[in-house]
């Protein structure tokens, strides 16, 4: 019933900044959301969540330097991430749980060269 579609992954420089995007295919979407990544060979691990009221919450490796938001009226949510680092380096996901499901995108690859 949902359908997420990451974009906006690519090569990065480390210190440079990269946004990611994740749209939603059900208009007026209101449930909590988040981003994983997965770095080659290791576990899909939580980056960054935001509720349906807007509260938002952070791995500690990411505190500082990314920013999680959602922008209703497009019914897309972003990642904004900054002063990135070759351990961000990761396929991304976007994830969100409504009416009982979860809900993953494909994912977008994020390398970040040193």
């Known amino acids: 019933q949902v359908q997420l579609v990451e974009s906006g992954g690519g090569l990065v420089q480390a210190g440079g900044s990269l946004t990611l995007s994740c749209a939603s295919s059900?208009?007026?979407?209101?449930?909590?959301m988040a981003w994983y990544r997965q770095p080659p060979g290791k576990q899909r691990d939580l980056v960054a969540r935001?509720?349906?009221?807007?509260?938002?919450n952070y791995a500690n490796s990411v505190k500082g330097r990314f920013t999680i938001s959602r922008d209703a009226a497009k019914n897309t949510l972003y990642l904004q991430m900054n002063s990135v680092k070759p351990d961000d380096t990761a396929v991304y996901y976007c994830?969100?749980?409504?009416?009982?499901?979860?809900?993953w995108g494909q994912g977008t690859q994020v390398t970040v060269s040193s």
């Open positions: 059900r208009s007026r979407f209101i449930a909590p």
């Open positions: 935001i509720t349906s009221d807007g509260s938002t």
């Open positions: 994830y969100a749980f409504w009416f009982g499901n979860d809900y």
